[in-house]
Each structure stands twice: as C-alpha cells, then as structure tokens.
C-alpha cells in the first residue's frame, strides 16, 4: 500500500544533492547520509529510525529510498523531483 505524506507550509526543508550517481542530504534534524543509486546498503547517522538506506534510480526524476534498521525493511519511499 502507498501512502503519500502532506507537509505543513512551516514543515522541515531538505537539500539533496547529486553528484553523478551519489546522493548526499543534510537534514535540519540531524539525519545525514551518502549513498549511491545502486540499490546496496549504506549507513544513516543522527537518527533512530533506521540505520541505513538503500537508494534506486527510478527514472531521471525519481529515486526509490528503502530505510532499514539492523537488515530489516522498515519504511520505502519515493522521491520525485518536479519536471520544473
């Protein structure tokens, strides 16, 4: 089942940014994390939730992001950058 998630206005804002197949994002929570779209495991610092992420390029403007904590699937979500 998929869930899409609204933000307030005054919700937290997140950069990502690309370089070749690495994407790196800084949270304003703490969260960080490096990982290439390639589907393997890397680790995330300065959250509870999970401990690290897998990321798989979609298409040009979507990647899919599967959280895990210690091996097991707890969250995959998507992320689409607008065509604008």
Same mark, same amino acid.
């Given at each position: 089942?998929?869930?899409?998630?609204?933000?307030?206005?005054?919700?937290?804002?997140? !950069? &990502?940014?690309? %370089?070749?197949?690495? +994407?790196?994002?800084?949270?304003?929570?703490?969260?960080?994390? @490096?990982?290439?779209? *390639?589907?393997?495991?890397?680790?995330?610092?300065? !959250? &509870?939730?999970? %401990?690290?992420?897998? +990321?798989?390029?979609?298409?040009?403007?979507?990647?899919?992001? @599967?959280?895990?904590? *210690?091996?097991?699937?707890?969250?995959?979500?998507?992320?689409?950058?607008?065509?604008?």
């Amino acid at each position: 089942m998929a869930n899409k998630l609204k933000a307030s206005e005054n919700g937290l804002m997140t !950069t &990502y940014k690309r %370089n070749g197949d690495d +994407l790196t994002t800084p949270t304003p929570t703490g969260e960080s994390y @490096t990982a290439e779209l *390639d589907g393997k495991d890397y680790p995330v610092k300065g !959250t &509870y939730t999970c %401990n690290s992420i897998s +990321l798989k390029g979609i298409d040009d403007r979507t990647i899919e992001r @599967t959280d895990k904590r *210690d091996g097991k699937v707890i969250e995959v979500s998507r992320i689409t950058v607008a065509p604008d």
